[in-house]
């Protein structure tokens, strides 16, 4: 099996399980009890969180643990708007953990900004949004299914204006490329361990210090009230490792990924007639390759790949028994032909060469198998 779908999880490093391990066989105690085993689970809980904070740019007291990445875009996209009634700014195509929260809050109105052909969000568009009655603004940092990463840069500038606090899911780009919270200027940032190589059932929000977000849940004071439940130390120490690994070896690990996901997308160019890469003029993740093969369609491209022992993901999703194209090439203007044939292909460190050449090959057969059918 050949596995090129990174961008959906990572496996757990081997570094990461023998901290984590570690850590499980002397936090014995609840971080929130008094004694001795409390205060040991508690400082190995602060050690976790002060290694997050300095990679990505915070400080630790804006770090609240979480269960992963779409539970603290929840929190923060709650917390944020609070009991405020209004416009919430958003592009189309963010990641369900996102756009089901919007769409779902009573009292509040999405705002859509278009994307380009790029996937990059309108400028002109950003300026003429309805900022007087926004409550909030998010955005994806990195796009999960194309890699593209938005310049954030206006909206932080538009939402300092109005006063308008903002989020950054950062899911996808933590790990992969600089991600500084400082230097982003957002209110509050999302971050899952399991896309870097750390366990499963973890991530962060990062909360601006002086902004108080109204709790989704309540039960406990635990990660500033935020929050509430016994801290998961064994997994916060876990993602720490995993990040600190990661910024140990950022400049390697993502000239390592560029370099491969290069590869594919040459050979794949090159050797498959008639294929679009989506969004290539843009700035992408370095492991992210979204690519069309028309005359295939989608769903059955990723049945083939898979029995041929190729893991990648589908663009797509099926609805009522037909298949509909993934929103963010509708958001995008793909071509119907294109975005019905669309696969994301995501690389890992631990991905080779030969590997790529091998799912090259598997690729080539399979779509010219599918074409000739």
Not at 271 to 290: D, K, M, Y
Request: hydrophobic residues 40%.
């Amino acid at each position: 099996m050949i596995y090129l779908d990174y961008n959906a999880t990572t496996p757990l490093l081997p570094e990461v399980q023998e901290e984590m391990l570690r850590v499980a066989s002397i936090a014995v105690g609840n971080p929130g009890s008094r004694h001795a085993a409390g205060r040991k689970s508690r400082q190995l809980l602060e050690e976790a969180r002060e290694t997050v904070a300095r990679i990505l740019g915070a400080t630790p007291d804006e770090v609240v643990f979480t269960s992963g990445g779409t539970e603290a875009t929840n929190l923060a996209l709650h917390g944020m708007r609070g009991t405020r009634n209004g416009h919430i700014i958003l592009p189309p195509a963010e990641h369900p953990a996102t756009s089901e929260v919007v769409m779902n809050m009573a009292g509040c109105t999405p705002h859509v900004v278009p994307l380009d052909s790029q996937g990059l969000v309108k400028a002109e568009s950003l300026h003429v949004a309805p900022w007087d009655s926004a409550v909030l603004a998010t955005l994806l940092l990195a796009h999960n299914e194309t890699g593209v990463v938005q310049d954030v840069s206006l909206l932080r500038e538009l939402c300092v204006q109005r006063h308008v606090p903002w989020h950054l899911d950062a899911v996808q780009a933590v790990g992969k490329i600089g991600v500084n919270f400082r230097e982003l200027g957002c209110t509050t940032m999302a971050v899952g361990a399991h896309k870097f190589y750390g366990p499963r059932g973890i991530g962060a929000l990062l909360i601006r210090q002086g902004v108080e977000l109204t709790p989704s849940l309540r039960g406990g004071g635990q990660e500033r009230g935020v929050r509430p439940g016994t801290e998961p130390v064994m997994l916060a120490s876990g993602m720490a490792k995993a990040l600190q690994i990661w910024d140990e070896n950022r400049e390697t690990r993502e000239k390592q990924l560029r370099t491969l996901r290069d590869q594919l997308e040459s050979a794949l160019t090159n050797s498959v007639p008639n294929v679009v890469v989506n969004c290539r003029a843009a700035t992408r993740l370095p492991n992210t390759l979204s690519i069309a093969f028309p005359g295939c369609v989608a769903d059955a491209l990723l049945v083939a790949l898979d029995l041929a022992g190729l893991c990648v993901s589908v663009g797509s999703a099926c609805a009522s028994g037909s298949t509909k194209p993934s929103p963010i090439l509708e958001a995008i203007g793909a071509p119907a032909e294109v975005a019905n044939s669309t696969v994301r292909i995501s690389v890992g460190i631990q991905t080779t060469a030969e590997e790529i050449d091998r799912a090259v090959e598997i690729m080539r057969t399979v779509v010219n198998r599918l074409r000739n059918s």
